[in-house]
């Protein structure tokens, strides 16, 4: 395809009916947000069988760090992304080019500092996180091995938003196909046949992210891509890099937080599981397993906004404010109801969940496991809805460049309110308060992302009736 055709591609954003072009971006990011997660459930799977719950704790030990690894290369992905759709829908083509070749080589700087520091405080970290003796071995032999891939964790994801709003929203969801399935693929051969433990998981794991980085890095320099690779536009630019950071701040805050809550997490399923008829290994290892689950039902809901974002961008920046409206609603509808069938499913299914994580005679560790797991995910999954619809309305605020608004948000979710009750909620409930911390923080943080949503709203609605643009004193 020409350059015409890429062209073509974008204008169809500001054209395409709303419903269908939703349906085009979506599909794609929620297949590939499906494949992403149910890797990491798999690997989970393969961890519980071929190495036993130490293994799991050791992964989710992990965590944390590589939260912090993600939210650095979202800062740049998604804020390189929202300014890059905005452009586009202003017609700055030139602008555009300079905002997505900054944002690689940001993404390439990420990666060096990410690889540095994550081997120099691997140690304090991972015991400040939870780990035991028992764990720690694990935990420090999978994160040695993840960091090497550094680059690759950070530049794959971080550019794979840029395909997805160039028009290309199946090559997006194809790099993610083709790591998924290398990951999966290698997990087995890794762990269950050459029997390398917890190390075969963190080969696979870098060895997939390396095939979807020549995959994606591939992509740019396809005859029908509207806007290239240019080492001339690689060279950092203040104006450009400023607003990145400060548009990605708000997912990548939600990122952070999240690393900061799982820090606090693990610490506190390591004291109140020891004070529990359980251990804290148990503890940590449930939550593993939990967060597996939770992430294999989240992502189809992050690929339906991760969809509706560069719609949101570039409708926002061309002034067409009724399909902006349109595009909010549809991912509302979509998400909520998916949630809604994904609660019942796991109030239903909890026990039956947990089990697959252990081998079919368990032992008596794994049972109480599995007992466990069941019991506090139906806890922690309490107020799915509600996190469906936060998502949705934190994604409005940063897809219109409303930054601040949206790290409010986002802080608020897993900062603000979560970290307090993980705090308070386990002296008075034991480690069942650890789990029930989540849903409580869930639902308080959609109430006020409904009431912040609504003003909004309103206040686009009065400047289309003016016919001027939308405010623009909190946009970046």
Same mark, same amino acid.
């Given at each position: 395809?020409?350059?015409?055709?890429?062209?073509?591609?974008?204008?169809?954003?500001?054209?395409?009916?709303?419903?269908?072009?939703?349906?085009?971006?979506?599909?794609?990011?929620?297949?590939?947000?499906?494949?992403?997660?149910?890797?990491?459930?798999?690997?989970?799977?393969?961890?519980?069988?071929?190495?036993?719950?130490?293994?799991?704790?050791?992964?989710?030990?992990?965590?944390?760090?590589?939260?912090?690894?993600?939210?650095?290369?979202?800062?740049?992905?998604?804020?390189?992304?929202?300014?890059?759709?905005?452009?586009?829908?202003?017609?700055?083509?030139?602008?555009?080019?300079? *905002?997505?070749?900054?944002?690689?080589?940001? %993404?390439?700087? &990420? +990666? /060096? #500092?990410?690889?540095?520091?994550?081997? $120099?405080?691997?140690?304090?970290?991972?015991?400040?996180?939870?780990?035991?003796?028992?764990?720690?071995?694990?935990?420090?032999?999978?994160?040695?091995?993840?960091?090497?891939?550094?680059?690759?964790?950070?530049?794959?994801?971080?550019?794979?938003?840029?395909?997805?709003?160039?028009?290309?929203?199946?090559?997006?969801?194809?790099?993610?196909?083709?790591?998924?399935?290398?990951?999966?693929?290698?997990?087995?051969?890794?762990?269950?046949?050459?029997?390398?433990?917890?190390?075969?998981?963190?080969?696979?794991? *870098?060895?997939?992210?390396?095939?979807?980085? %020549?995959?994606? &890095? +591939? /992509? #740019?320099?396809?005859?029908?891509?509207? $806007?290239?690779?240019?080492?001339?536009?690689?060279?950092?630019?203040?104006?450009?890099?400023?607003?990145?950071?400060?548009?990605?701040?708000?997912?990548?805050?939600?990122?952070?937080?999240?690393?900061?809550?799982?820090?606090?997490?693990?610490?506190?399923?390591?004291?109140?599981?020891?004070?529990?008829?359980?251990?804290?290994?148990?503890?940590?290892?449930?939550?593993?397993?939990?967060?597996?689950?939770?992430?294999?039902?989240?992502?189809?809901?992050?690929?339906?906004?991760?969809?509706?974002?560069?719609?949101?961008?570039?409708?926002?920046?061309?002034?067409?404010?009724?399909? &902006?409206?349109?595009?909010?609603?549809?991912?509302?509808?979509?998400?909520?109801?998916?949630?809604?069938?994904?609660?019942?499913?796991?109030?239903?299914?909890?026990?039956?969940?947990?089990?697959?994580?252990?081998?079919?005679?368990?032992?008596?560790?794994?049972?109480?496991?599995?007992?466990?797991?069941?019991?506090?995910?139906?806890?922690?999954?309490?107020?799915?809805?509600?996190?469906?619809?936060?998502?949705?309305?934190?994604?409005?605020?940063?897809?219109?460049?409303?930054?601040?608004?949206?790290?409010?948000?986002?802080?608020?979710?897993?900062?603000?309110?979560?970290?307090?009750?993980?705090?308070?909620?386990?002296?008075?409930?034991?480690?069942?308060?650890?789990?029930?911390?989540?849903?409580?923080?869930?639902?308080?943080?959609?109430?006020?992302?409904?009431?912040?949503?609504?003003?909004?709203?309103?206040?686009?609605?009065?400047?289309?009736?003016?016919?001027?643009?939308?405010?623009?004193?909190?946009?970046?």
């Amino acid at each position: 395809m020409s350059e015409r055709g890429g062209a073509d591609r974008l204008e169809a954003i500001g054209t395409m009916p709303v419903g269908r072009l939703l349906l085009r971006f979506s599909i794609p990011s929620i297949i590939s947000m499906l494949v992403e997660s149910f890797y990491n459930l798999v690997d989970r799977y393969f961890v519980g069988h071929g190495v036993g719950y130490e293994g799991i704790a050791g992964i989710t030990l992990c965590f944390p760090i590589m939260l912090i690894i993600m939210a650095l290369s979202m800062i740049i992905g998604v804020g390189g992304n929202i300014l890059f759709a905005i452009r586009l829908g202003e017609g700055k083509k030139t602008q555009a080019s300079l *905002v997505m070749n900054n944002s690689l080589m940001l %993404l390439v700087l &990420v +990666a /060096f #500092f990410s690889l540095t520091a994550g081997q $120099i405080f691997m140690e304090p970290l991972l015991r400040l996180f939870g780990a035991s003796d028992e764990t720690f071995p694990q935990a420090q032999t999978y994160l040695r091995i993840v960091l090497c891939g550094a680059f690759f964790q950070t530049v794959t994801p971080g550019m794979n938003h840029f395909i997805r709003s160039l028009g290309h929203p199946r090559a997006a969801m194809a790099r993610n196909l083709v790591g998924a399935f290398c990951n999966v693929g290698l997990d087995w051969l890794f762990i269950m046949k050459f029997r390398w433990g917890i190390a075969g998981a963190a080969w696979a794991t *870098v060895v997939s992210q390396l095939v979807a980085t %020549l995959f994606v &890095v +591939a /992509f #740019f320099f396809r005859k029908d891509v509207a $806007i290239r690779l240019r080492l001339a536009h690689m060279r950092l630019q203040f104006p450009f890099v400023r607003k990145i950071l400060l548009m990605g701040l708000p997912a990548s805050v939600m990122q952070i937080c999240n690393s900061l809550m799982n820090a606090i997490l693990n610490g506190s399923l390591a004291h109140y599981g020891d004070l529990s008829r359980y251990s804290g290994d148990l503890a940590i290892s449930s939550f593993g397993i939990i967060n597996g689950v939770m992430m294999m039902i989240c992502m189809p809901v992050v690929g339906l906004v991760t969809g509706a974002q560069p719609i949101i961008g570039y409708n926002y920046g061309a002034r067409k404010y009724a399909r &902006v409206r349109k595009t909010l609603k549809a991912a509302f509808v979509g998400a909520i109801s998916f949630m809604t069938v994904c609660w019942a499913v796991v109030q239903l299914g909890s026990y039956e969940i947990a089990a697959m994580f252990v081998s079919p005679d368990p032992s008596e560790s794994e049972a109480r496991l599995v007992e466990l797991a069941g019991s506090a995910m139906r806890i922690y999954a309490a107020a799915l809805p509600a996190i469906a619809f936060g998502m949705v309305a934190g994604n409005f605020f940063q897809g219109t460049g409303k930054a601040k608004r949206a790290m409010f948000l986002n802080a608020c979710r897993q900062l603000i309110l979560l970290i307090p009750m993980l705090l308070v909620f386990p002296r008075f409930f034991g480690l069942k308060g650890v789990f029930a911390a989540q849903p409580v923080s869930d639902a308080l943080s959609a109430v006020l992302a409904g009431t912040l949503l609504s003003f909004e709203l309103k206040h686009m609605r009065s400047f289309e009736a003016s016919g001027n643009s939308a405010d623009e004193k909190d946009r970046l």
